[in-house]
């Protein structure tokens, strides 16, 4: 294994932590929520669930014909482009060939017109081949996966925007490649993939068998609203009762659950809980209901949920002084303002706009290339050391 101990903790793929949440049992769930990994043993649709069958799905295409608002928006965003084929132009089409060294090793990535090829060589030594899938939807950064007689492995490099170009993919940082099969990438473990595949892409696991290649690619309509057969049939029946009941609508979800409900691939508060101590570190940043959830908005106020200030059928909004309104919902906007709103959260003695800029701080991960948000809101002091 690449993914060897001897490294710190934040310079280890987030992959393993995913993989630790399905089984591991933390000592420390907390009161309400739970992990993803009994969420979906649970009845009821939740994502990434396993056992629907093939026929219970239909496509986006099929949601577009009566909700052609949302699919044209959804379309846009990050997650319906979180997992491209190998074979489609859309992770490689601006930038035709990316190249790299690594020690001994030169790579190659290039776009043939009909996929994406992948080379790597040292000396008179090369292996080549199709790259299979592309993960990511590349603003942050995207690793590739190739797929030989069945086996899965991880690409040794990705590509991040921030570099305009190929780095080590995070995780596989424990010491130079020993050979050139080696420096093609990191085996998969076959629970790995499934989980990859499932946070990545809709419908890869049908009936709790992996099939990738029938996957649709990145998270789509029945990703998040589980498979929407029985709900598309009621609807052309103009049976609106039953077609509501056939469908997950997660804005009928409690906060809490709401929150566990995206936690489902941005990992819920108790999958965090369970991950074995000691190994999150500021990767936790990247982990946004437990941030959240450890909020004084969250634990006294209530009601705040990923769906406040996001619309997951939109792109994120990067205009910070966007979210100033919904902080206003609870906060006085002035101290002036306190005597009349009783019911209201206190005013900033500092600034009324641009709350965010503050409160939500921004961390480097530079194993990852990017910038990630704080999601514990919270009084930000200078020199403060990452509250974990
Ligand atoms: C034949 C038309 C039709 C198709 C196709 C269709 N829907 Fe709907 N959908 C409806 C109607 C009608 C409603 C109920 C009234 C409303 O909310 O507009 C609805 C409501 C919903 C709701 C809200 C349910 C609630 O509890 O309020 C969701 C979520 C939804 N649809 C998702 C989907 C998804 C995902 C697909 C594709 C798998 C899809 N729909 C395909 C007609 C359709
Ligand atoms: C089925 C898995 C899945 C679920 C469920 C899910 N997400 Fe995501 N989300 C992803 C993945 C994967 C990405 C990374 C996209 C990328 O950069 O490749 C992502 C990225 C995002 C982003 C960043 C978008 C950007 O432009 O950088 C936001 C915001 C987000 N998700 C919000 C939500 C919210 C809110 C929910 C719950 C309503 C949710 N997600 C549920 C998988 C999921
Ligand atoms: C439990 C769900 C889950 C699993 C499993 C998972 N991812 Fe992700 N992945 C996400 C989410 C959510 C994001 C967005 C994170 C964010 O923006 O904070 C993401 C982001 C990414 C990105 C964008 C770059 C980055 O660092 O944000 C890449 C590339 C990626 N994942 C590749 C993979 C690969 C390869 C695997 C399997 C080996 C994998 N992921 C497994 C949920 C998952
Ligand atoms: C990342 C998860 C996610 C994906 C992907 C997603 N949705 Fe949703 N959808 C939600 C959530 C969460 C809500 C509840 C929003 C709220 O109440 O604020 C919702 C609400 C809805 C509703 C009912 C409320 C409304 O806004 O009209 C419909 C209809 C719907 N989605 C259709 C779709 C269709 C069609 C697609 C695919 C094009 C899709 N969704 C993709 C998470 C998702
Ligand atoms: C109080 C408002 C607020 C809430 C609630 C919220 N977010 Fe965010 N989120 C933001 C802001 C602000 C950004 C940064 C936008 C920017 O500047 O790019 C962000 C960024 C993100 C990103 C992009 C990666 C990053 O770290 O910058 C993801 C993914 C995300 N949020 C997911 C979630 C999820 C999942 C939840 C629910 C647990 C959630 N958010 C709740 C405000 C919020
Ligand atoms: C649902 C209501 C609600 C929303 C929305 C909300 N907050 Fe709060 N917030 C509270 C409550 C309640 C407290 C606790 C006040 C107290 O301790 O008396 C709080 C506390 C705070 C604190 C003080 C934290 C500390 O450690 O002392 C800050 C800073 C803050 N909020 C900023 C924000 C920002 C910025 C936003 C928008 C991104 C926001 N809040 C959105 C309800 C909310
Ligand atoms: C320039 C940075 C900055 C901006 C912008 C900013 N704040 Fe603050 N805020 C602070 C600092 C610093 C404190 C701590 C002040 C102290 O304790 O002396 C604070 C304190 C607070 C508190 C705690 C007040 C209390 O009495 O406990 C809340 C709530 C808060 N801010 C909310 C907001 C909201 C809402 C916005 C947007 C309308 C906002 N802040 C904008 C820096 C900022």
Same mark, same amino acid.
């Given at each position: ?5 001897? %490294? ?13 949440? !399905?089984?591991?049992? =933390?000592? #420390? ?19 990434? *669930?396993?056992?629907?069958?093939? @026929? ?15 699919? !044209? *928006? ?5 997650? !319906?482009?979180? =997992? ?62 190739? /797929? ?5 492995? /991880? ?9 305009? =170009? ?7 940082? &424990?010491?130079?490649? @020993? ?17 990859? %595949? ?18 649709? +690619? ?24 039953? &077609? ?10 409690? +906060? ?10 941005? *990992? #819920? ?30 634990? @006294? ?16 909004? *990067?205009?910070?002084? &966007? ?14 303002? &306190? ?27 530079? !194993?990852?290339?990017?910038? %990630? ?9 200078? =020199?403060?050391?990452? +509250?974990?």
């Amino acid at each position: 294994m690449l993914r060897s101990t001897k %490294f710190p903790a934040y310079v280890l793929s987030l992959c393993l932590l995913w993989v630790g949440s !399905a089984h591991s049992q =933390g000592p #420390s769930q907390p009161a309400s929520g739970m992990t993803t990994h009994d969420r979906i043993q649970a009845a009821g649709w939740w994502p990434t *669930r396993r056992d629907a069958s093939r @026929k219970e799905f239909v496509g986006s295409a099929r949601c577009a014909d009566c909700h052609s608002d949302i699919y !044209a *928006r959804q379309a846009q965003t990050s997650m !319906a482009k979180a =997992g491209n084929p190998g074979s489609s132009t859309a992770g490689l089409q601006s930038r035709p060939t990316l190249s790299a060294r690594q020690g001994q090793y030169m790579y190659e990535i290039s776009n043939t017109g009909s996929g994406s090829q992948y080379r790597v060589w040292s000396g008179q030594d090369q292996l080549a081949g199709p790259l299979n899938w592309i993960f990511g939807a590349g603003d942050i950064g995207q690793t590739y996966i190739l /797929e030989r007689g069945g086996n899965f492995l /991880e690409s040794h490099v990705s590509y991040y925007p921030a570099l305009h =170009g190929l780095d080590l993919t995070p995780g596989q940082m &424990a010491g130079p490649p @020993k050979n050139l099969k080696q420096a093609v990438g990191h085996p998969m473990e076959e629970e790995d993939t499934r989980l990859c %595949f499932g946070c990545h892409t809709t419908g890869s696991m049908i009936t709790d068998r992996f099939d990738p290649n029938q996957a649709t +690619p990145g998270v789509t309509c029945e990703a998040c609203h589980g498979p929407g057969a029985k709900h598309v049939a009621a609807a052309q029946a103009n049976q609106v009762d039953r &077609a509501v009941k056939a469908i997950l609508n997660p804005g009928r979800l409690k +906060p809490a659950d709401q929150v566990d409900y995206c936690g489902a691939c941005h *990992r #819920s508060s108790a999958d965090v809980a369970s991950f074995p101590a000691g190994t999150l570190g500021l990767l936790g940043v990247r982990f946004q209901p437990y941030r959240l959830q450890k909020s004084k908005c969250w634990r @006294k106020g209530g009601g705040i949920t990923c769906l406040s200030c996001h619309d997951p059928h939109q792109q994120i909004v *990067r205009d910070a002084t &966007a979210y100033d309104k919904y902080c206003l919902t609870c906060h006085q906007a002035s101290q002036a303002e &306190a005597k009349s709103a009783v019911a209201k959260a206190p005013a900033c003695p500092v600034n009324s706009v641009n709350c965010v800029s503050c409160h939500m701080k921004k961390y480097d991960i530079w !194993a990852a290339h990017a910038t %990630f948000t704080d999601h514990y809101i919270r009084i930000v002091r200078a =020199g403060e050391k990452y +509250p974990e």
